[in-house]
């Protein structure tokens, strides 16, 4: 069946303006994951939801940052008003719920100018 | 909290030697942990992972990692590495029976010469 799947694969925005990443998980799985992939931090941890709440938002960097979550699939991750420290690459990841294997999506390339 | 440390940011070897990419990990419970492997442009792949009994596993491409709770490690090995397993390795760990959180490693590239 297909991946995880990401859209845009690559987005350029300037600085200040808000920008919108999407993410379609694997048909059945119930929790979603997003990831950030920059050369200083390395991958870090986001946010996760299972179904459409999320229980663990610890790893948004800023009040910035928000994710949701509907009809327990789609996620989107919204960035509001992007600083050039948020170029990076953003993963989504998504795994049934009592699965271990979290399966990764191809990423979304930010660059802020 | 947990973390995870890979020790060498890179690792150059020749073709069909061996090698080991080195993985600590620090955590106050149990634990899963994972080989990731991405290769040039393309997304994260699971390569292995451990979860609970044998602590060797193997991946189907000839890797093996084996887990070491008194040394806290998970090292990566392959006994004869080719051109096409260059790419970069990141080690990752979740808390046992709650493993939404992957903590992730800096990654190791590894780079397959001829």
């Known amino acids: 069946g297909a991946g995880v799947s990401q859209s845009p694969s690559n987005k350029v925005t300037e600085k200040g303006k808000d920008v919108e990443l999407r993410c379609d998980p694997i048909?059945?799985?119930?929790?979603l994951y997003w990831y950030r992939q920059s050369l200083g931090q390395g991958l870090e941890f986001l946010i996760y939801?299972?179904?459409?709440?999320?229980?663990?938002k610890s790893g948004l960097p800023s009040d910035r940052f928000s994710a949701e979550r509907t009809g327990g699939s789609v996620s989107t991750l919204t960035i509001q008003r992007t600083q050039q420290e948020d170029s990076a690459v953003y993963l989504c990841?998504?795994?049934?719920?009592?699965?271990?294997?979290?399966?990764f999506g191809p990423g979304t390339r930010l660059l802020v100018l | 909290a947990q973390s995870v440390t890979q020790l060498d940011s890179q690792v150059p070897v020749f073709e069909e030697a061996p090698v080991e990419l080195r993985c600590n990990y620090s955590s106050s419970v149990s634990v899963y942990l994972f080989w990731y492997v991405q290769y040039p442009n393309q997304g994260l792949q699971l390569l292995l992972k451990?979860?609970?009994?044998?602590?060797l596993v193997e991946s189907i491409n000839g890797f093996e990692a084996e887990f070491n709770k008194s040394q806290t490690s998970f090292h990566l090995r392959k006994p004869s590495v080719h051109i096409s397993d260059t790419a970069e390795y990141f080690c990752?760990?979740?808390?046992?029976?709650?493993?939404?959180?992957?903590?992730f490693g800096k990654g190791t590239l590894l780079t397959v010469n001829p």
């Open positions: 939801f299972q179904g459409n709440s999320a229980p663990d």
């Open positions: 990752a760990v979740s808390e046992g029976g709650s493993n939404y959180k992957l903590t």
């Open positions: 451990y979860l609970s009994g044998s602590t």
């Open positions: 048909s059945g799985h119930t929790a």
């Open positions: 990841a998504s795994s049934t719920a009592y699965q271990e294997t979290q399966y």
